[in-house]
């Protein structure tokens, strides 16, 4: 029996679209083993094939087994703290969850990289998986049937922080927002963009981190699905955040913010007065990923 603890993870981070993902310390923890039959625990999704973590396993298994004929049966128990569909990355742990058990069950197989390369055939994007598999900052880029990655340290100038509404909203559903053309301005203001802010949240840079954050692919489109996002974004700004985003597709806000104290003070209030019950959490960066113990 593998008790398997995933981070939180956080997409995008402004102009870094579908590239971005940043581990957070804030954790799923999934006990998996084998069992003859199918028994989830903790868990409102009864359904197999609805289960991420499961249907992750057995993709593992149908590998290994190169068939359909493998066991089928697992006992998996759930212990979540990642609020689900608020843009926090709840669906990579799930999938890191379920490949990293199957492959511990069956004697470990597979390296790291095979199963990072799974994960992301089964999410289908890598900017969540990569900082949920490895922990810290990544950068992603899936070519053909390649994915590479490139994990950086952040400087310890910044602290995080994410504002958490208590509805959710689905990735799916964000995407149909998005237009199918982009103007040749807008790609050229984000490739500016994103470079500048991995340099400078390598670097500690805070002044040039406040005046290159800003996104041009996703969120003008996404935050009109998300009430308050305008008000939220600019009391932050206000308040001292060098920096205020879409968690992944949200709803969820992200913030990177250099004077914490004027920051909260500035803030608890402010979102107080919003609709559905936003709450201000601080997050450190998880540097290790996916970690799994025998029990």
């Known amino acids: 029996m593998y008790k398997i603890s995933v981070p939180a993870t956080t997409a ?15 954790y799923n923890h999934f006990t998996i083993c084998s069992s003859q039959k199918l028994d989830f625990e903790n868990c409102k999704i009864k359904k197999w094939e609805d289960n991420l973590v499961y249907t992750s396993a057995m993709k593992v298994f149908e590998t290994y087994y190169d068939s359909k004929n493998h066991p089928k049966g697992m006992y998996i128990k759930f212990d979540t703290t990642i609020p689900f569909s608020r843009g926090l990355g709840s669906s990579a742990t799930c999938i890191v969850a379920g490949v990293v058990g199957a492959n511990l069950l069956l004697g470990q197989p597979y ?101 290159i954050s800003a996104d041009t692919l996703h969120e003008p489109y996404r935050k009109v699905l998300i009430p308050g996002y305008d008000e939220i974004k600019k009391n932050a700004l206000k308040h001292g955040a060098l920096g205020c985003f879409l968690s992944g597709a949200g709803p969820s806000i992200f913030c990177i913010v250099e004077d914490r104290n004027r920051f909260v003070e500035g803030m608890l209030p402010s979102i107080k007065q919003l609709d559905n019950n936003w709450t201000l959490k601080h997050l450190g960066v998880d540097y290790e990923g996916v970690t799994y113990t025998n029990i």
């Open 12 to 26: 995008n981070i402004g102009p870094g679209f579908d590239s971005f993902g940043l581990a957070l310390k804030m």
């Open 111 to 211: 390296s790291d990289d095979d199963l990072f390369k799974m994960a992301v055939d089964i999410e289908g994007h890598p900017d969540n998986i990569a900082p949920a598999f490895f922990g810290g900052l990544n950068i992603t880029s899936k070519q053909n049937n390649a994915v590479l990655r490139k994990k950086v340290e952040v400087s310890s100038t910044y602290s995080f922080y994410l504002i958490i509404p208590s509805f959710r909203l689905s990735t799916n559903n964000s995407r149909f927002v998005l237009p199918d053309n982009i103007s040749l301005q807008d790609a050229t203001t984000n490739i500016s963009n994103a470079t500048l802010l991995i340099l400078s949240l390598i670097d500690g840079d805070s002044k040039m981190l406040k005046s």
